[in-house]
């Protein structure tokens, strides 16, 4: 399960969505799993460059 409790505007729900993903998969991948600044910086940098291409949003929110 994917939280994004923490990310309270819609610009740090894009970012904490991509960075949660990244734990998921490298934990799937990895048997010793990513420190949490590689997390990070794979995370904002995905947005950075998803989002400059346009195939990523700059924010999101969250339903209920």
Do not use: C, W
């Amino acid at each position: 399960r994917i939280s994004a409790e923490a990310a309270r505007q819609p610009e740090q729900l894009a970012v904490t969505f991509l960075h949660e993903l990244i734990h998921v998969v490298a934990d799937m991948l990895y048997h010793s799993p990513l420190k949490e600044d590689q997390i990070k910086r794979l995370a904002n940098g995905l947005a950075d460059a998803l989002q400059d291409l346009g195939v990523y949003p700059k924010g999101m929110e969250l339903s209920e």
